[in-house]
């Protein structure tokens, strides 16, 4: 559990092994910032209406996972890039990481924060109605964002999300990785826990178990590159959302919702996407076969088709 928790805050620096430079030309590209009360939000946009004319297909936000981690982990292979050929896709990092590490001291890392912060962001973009995607960690946040501001979400994504509740959460990696678990351990020992080295390698030891192709796992590894963190963003936005409970709201979303899981994620186990589409109205359960806990990395075509079907869908 320690290494769970340790890669759950940490931050991948936006410095990180980037792919942009193989995928932007010919793509509309903006990065910037919307400033709130508590200070500034990065973010990147890519495609139709990122400094051009709007495409006319249904914007996407992406709210990405950890807490603790930047949008960068989402970045290592085009599938954003792809999705943006048609339409904006909007990526961001979270208040006090990366890009938005520029707020206040003290400022809050509650639930009722994050949303704030999305609802910042697409209120700056103009964009009246928004597809909300939300990425594991990110998942709760986009159900926060579609309960608090259901007017503004046409569609909702949770892939590979957390549950709304944490007590609900079914995390296996312990299990189906004793030798991992226990390498991690004896390395916390020698390194001490809050170092910068034991975080680093928490981080790595994590990664090397949320895959199903180990050749996926080690193409990812190696585009990882320098890793940044900051766990004292991720211990204080867990404590912030440790006793939240969404799982009444849910149950009154009105809009369509895609529930994706890998088959193999072993970090949110498919049992909580299972029964998040059964606990929110008009959800569509997709399972992919060849997938750990980032099907958007590791079946990036069977991904992109899914979304963009449920996308443009009437």
Same mark, same amino acid.
């Given at each position: 559990m320690r290494s769970f928790v340790l890669a759950l805050i940490a931050a991948l620096a936006l410095s990180a092994a980037d792919p942009r430079p193989g995928w932007a030309a010919g793509l509309a590209h903006h990065a910037g910032t919307v400033t709130t009360d508590d200070g500034a939000i990065g973010y990147e946009t890519f495609g139709p209406g990122a400094g051009g004319a709007a495409s006319g297909r249904l914007p996407v936000i992406v709210a990405n996972g950890g807490p603790g981690l930047t949008h960068a982990y989402m970045m290592l292979n085009d599938l954003w890039p792809r999705?943006?050929?048609?339409?904006?896709?909007?990526?961001?990092? =979270? $208040? %006090? &990481? %990366?890009?938005?590490?520029? !707020?206040? =001291?003290?400022?809050?890392?509650?639930?009722?924060?994050? #949303?704030?912060?999305l609802e910042a962001l697409r209120a700056a973009l103009k964009l009246d109605r928004i597809a909300v995607v939300g990425d594991? *960690? %990110?998942?709760?946040?986009?159900?926060?964002?579609?309960?608090? /501001?259901? +007017?503004?979400?046409?569609?909702?994504? &949770?892939? +590979?999300?957390?549950?709304?509740?944490?007590?609900?959460?079914? /995390?296996?990696?312990?299990? @189906?990785?004793?030798? #991992?678990? @226990?390498?991690?351990?004896?390395?916390?020992?020698?390194?001490? =826990?809050?170092?910068?080295?034991?975080?680093?390698?928490?981080?790595?030891? /994590? *990664? $090397?178990? !949320?895959?199903?192709?180990?050749?996926?796992?080690?193409?990812?590894?190696?585009?990882?590159?320098?890793?940044? *963190?900051?766990?004292?963003?991720? @211990?204080? #936005?867990?404590?912030?959302? @440790?006793? #939240? +409970? &969404?799982?009444?709201?849910?149950?009154?979303?009105?809009? =369509?919702?895609?529930?994706?899981? %890998?088959?193999?994620?072993?970090?949110?186990?498919? !049992?909580?996407?299972?029964?998040?589409? /059964?606990? !929110?109205?008009?959800?569509?359960y997709v399972v992919f076969e060849q997938s750990g806990h980032l099907p958007a990395y590791e079946e990036p075509g069977a991904y992109r088709a899914v979304l963009e079907r449920f996308l443009d869908a009437p």
């Open positions: 999705v943006a050929r048609d339409r904006l896709v909007v990526v961001y990092d =979270p $208040r %006090g &990481l %990366g890009a938005s590490r520029h !707020i206040k =001291p003290g400022a809050p890392q509650t639930l009722a924060a994050q #949303v704030a912060d594991s *960690f %990110g998942g709760l946040v986009a159900m926060a964002y579609a309960c608090d /501001h259901p +007017d503004r979400v046409a569609r909702l994504v &949770l892939s +590979d999300s957390v549950p709304p509740r944490s007590k609900d959460m079914v /995390h296996l990696l312990p299990d @189906a990785f004793p030798d #991992v678990e @226990a390498q991690d351990a004896a390395d916390m020992t020698r390194l001490g =826990p809050t170092t910068e080295a034991a975080a680093r390698v928490s981080l790595r030891d /994590h *990664f $090397r178990m !949320i895959f199903y192709a180990p050749a996926k796992r080690d193409a990812y590894l190696a585009r990882m590159g320098d890793l940044g *963190f900051d766990p004292a963003v991720g @211990a204080a #936005v867990t404590k912030a959302t @440790a006793d #939240v +409970d &969404l799982t009444e709201r849910v149950k009154a979303l009105t809009m =369509p919702t895609l529930v994706l899981t %890998g088959r193999y994620d072993l970090n949110v186990a498919p !049992i909580v996407a299972w029964r998040m589409a /059964h606990e !929110i109205p008009h959800a569509r």
